[in-house]
């Protein structure tokens, strides 16, 4: 155990599939106790990194340390180590729960496995379900259940692709409830996301692109650096407003919410100025920018640099 | 809604078309399967194999002998591979296969002859395979006659003697009564043992990669030799229970003999499955899906039944053929196993065709691992 070290600590990280760069220049630091977020659309290399991070691809270029291990000699120390959740449900479906935490412990040849597998499922209330077929659970249980075998041999860095695709908002909550505990107590987690709620509790961010960092920083940090205005929009009609609105000067985003329209725009007086001009059954009111309206900004800026 | 839409069924047609398209193996195998097929079975076969090799036990070399000999050799059946020291060496070779055929000639061959003894030169053969000696046999069997009337010739032919002056007995040795099950029933041992276990283990990895439980077992510290290692073990015991059922099977319904070793013919089998259950693992870490999997096991299976001298005579091949089938483990296990069984050869007489199965095993399990590494990367 190397305990004076960052959990992650990797520099220009590159790796490539049949020519095109899944991952560039991916540098990272990532302390003990921290929940760090991965935000990116589909295909911004998220699990490409991932997979570079727990020795199961070997990077191109760059170098790095996980726990204290190179990721490229030590991969597996760090296999040992660290706690994976894969994107899609990766335990065996014909097995049962407490057969899932067994054969997992068993690899990993934990001491008293028995003793273990019990706590773990007490742990994540798993023991209801100890006797059923993984096949058999829904989608919260099965995520529960993924969490408890990435943690059965107590990992010091957890690494989670898109762990809650799929699962109930409660659920969810839970799940991220039990995320804080686990980083209060001194678990590095590495978690990736689709979902701005999740994002926003985290405590740093890593936005990507086309297997490049956008940004780092808090969520806050993140949305007060894009620099934008947001506004809000009632009446009727606002689908059509939203696409009138499109292009227009100051204008970057019009996204319908139910009964309001928010527009954003980082130039504020070409966007009052167009606000100004809409008809009068359309009040306006300035808002407050999300996380959301910074992501989806930021995404579209690079669009626009290609 | 119609009844049937054509443009429905376009839309589906359409869409199946596209699909086949980009399933490269399936089309493949549409072109490869066909035309293998054919060259083997229309080249490699013949039920009536030439130049069968042959040992000469020669009491004496006389003009006599040689004159039958060479007239043996004529038949076009028997290559003659040599002389034989003493009988005991013709006997290994007869049952390691070696030699198909061994000629006795007797020490005082021509002085009995000429005493009008009526000696006999004994043909034994080994007739494991019935279907390959019984046309050899017939061809030796009318030389006798043919030697003696052709001496006396012309005017002379109604000199010819009534009796021939030697006589030539045969032996089928080792399956006297020429019954085909003999052949066929151990030969079939090996090809149930061959689809069942390239099969299973075929399916092992592809299936995890199917299900996405490889990315889990990747990430978990667990080496290539363990994992590969870890799916081949049960399938032994799967193949060891399958061993014994196919045994009692051909005692008791075949009434087939058993006169090797027990502890031999469990452990021909024995190296016989670990041979499949690796080829088995290494076409799962080349097969993308258990589809493509399932392809190359069949793809597997067809050259083993026709090259492995299982229902053809091996000698009646062209080399070309005999050189792909010695590259089968079902051509060594047809040896080993007829050996075993009906010779009741034990472990030094099995040797010759056990090493290449032991050699085949390791480098299919290097294979294996070699190919599974790169894939998990």
New interface residues.
């Given amino acids: 155990m190397k305990q004076d070290v960052p959990a992650i600590e990797v520099k220009n990280l590159s790796k490539k599939f049949s020519g095109r760069l899944a991952v560039r220049d991916l540098s990272l630091r990532v302390n003990r106790g921290e929940i760090l977020g991965f935000l990116g659309p589909n295909g911004s290399g998220k699990t490409t990194a991932f997979r570079m991070l727990?020795g199961?691809?070997?990077p191109d270029s760059g170098e790095g340390y996980c726990l204290g291990y190179d990721i490229r000699r030590e991969n597996?120390w760090i296999?040992?180590h660290i706690g994976?959740m894969?994107q899609?449900?990766?335990?065996?479906?014909d097995l049962t729960v407490r057969e899932n935490l067994a054969f997992?412990a068993q690899?990993?040849r934990l001491k008293d496995r028995r003793r273990r597998v019990r706590e773990i499922m007490a742990e994540y209330g798993l023991a209801e379900v100890a006797g059923e077929l993984a096949s058999h659970l829904s989608g919260g249980w099965k995520q529960r259940l993924a969490l408890a075998a990435a943690l059965v041999h107590q990992p010091e860095l957890l690494l989670l692709d898109e762990p809650t695709a799929g699962v109930d908002p409660a659920a969810r909550r839970d799940f991220w409830d039990n995320l804080h505990h686990l980083a209060h107590a001194g678990l590095a987690i590495l978690v990736s996301t689709h979902y701005m709620d999740e994002a926003e509790r985290c405590h740093k961010l890593v936005c990507l692109a086309a297997g490049r960092v956008l940004e780092q920083g808090t969520a806050r940090e993140i949305v007060a650096r894009q620099n934008l205005h947001a506004y809000q929009v009632g009446g009727k009609d606002l689908a059509l407003l939203a696409r009138s609105l499109a292009g227009k000067p100051g204008v970057a985003e019009a996204i319908v919410f139910g009964n309001c329209l928010t527009v954003v725009g980082s130039q504020r007086e070409e966007l009052v100025a167009t606000l100004a001009s809409l008809p009068p059954e359309y009040p306006v009111s300035p808002a407050e920018t999300g996380l959301e309206e910074a992501f989806i900004y930021l995404m579209g800026q690079r669009e626009k640099e290609r | 809604m119609s009844f049937f839409s054509p443009s429905r069924w376009l839309g589906m047609f359409l869409k199946e078309c596209r699909q086949l398209a980009r399933d490269r193996v399936t089309l493949a195998m549409i072109v490869v399967i066909p035309l293998a097929q054919l060259v083997i079975f229309g080249f490699a076969i013949n039920t009536d194999p030439r130049l069968m090799p042959t040992l000469v036990v020669a009491g004496e070399n006389s003009d006599l002998t040689r004159a039958f000999l060479a007239s043996l050799e004529n038949t076009g059946y028997f290559q003659i591979i040599g002389d034989a020291s003493d009988p005991l060496a013709a006997e290994t070779a007869l049952a390691t296969g070696e030699a198909q055929f061994v000629v006795n000639i007797p020490s005082d061959f021509s002085r009995r002859l000429i005493r009008g003894e009526n000696p006999v030169i004994l043909l034994e053969a080994d007739a494991t395979d019935p279907l390959a000696v019984t046309a050899a046999l017939a061809a030796a069997e009318a030389i006798p006659g043919r030697l003696a009337r052709r001496e006396l010739q012309g005017t002379l032919a109604h000199l010819a003697p009534e009796v021939e002056p030697f006589r030539l007995v045969s032996h089928r040795r080792y399956n006297p009564e020429g019954i085909t099950k003999f052949n066929i029933v151990p030969g079939m041992m090996g090809v149930i043992l061959t689809l069942t276990m390239v099969l299973m283990t075929g399916l092992a990895i592809t299936r995890e990669r199917e299900r996405g439980n490889l990315e889990m077992l990747l990430a978990l510290p667990l080496r290539p030799l363990e994992i590969l290692a870890g799916k081949i073990v049960p399938y032994v015991a799967i193949g060891l229970v399958q061993t014994t059922l196919v045994l009692l099977g051909a005692r008791f319904v075949f009434a087939i003999p058993m006169l090797g070793r027990l502890t031999a013919i469990y452990g021909v089998f024995l190296v016989f499955i670990a041979a499949n259950l690796t080829v088995g693992i290494t076409l799962s870490s080349l097969a993308r899906s258990q589809l493509q999997a399932m392809q190359m096991a069949v793809f597997y299976f067809l050259p083993n039944i026709v090259l492995s001298g299982f229902f053809f005579p091996f000698r009646g091949m062209p080399s070309w053929a005999r050189f792909l089938g010695n590259l089968l483990p079902l051509t060594y296990f047809n040896r080993l196993i007829r050996g075993v069984i009906l010779k009741g050869n034990d472990w030094p007489l099995l040797w010759p065709s056990l090493w290449p199965l032991l050699v085949f095993t390791l480098v299919m399990f290097t294979a294996a691992l070699v190919f599974s590494r790169k894939t998990l990367d």
Avoid: D, M, N, Q
């Fill in positions: 727990c199961l691809l070997t597996a296999k040992r994976y894969t899609r449900f990766s335990l065996w479906e997992v690899i990993h």
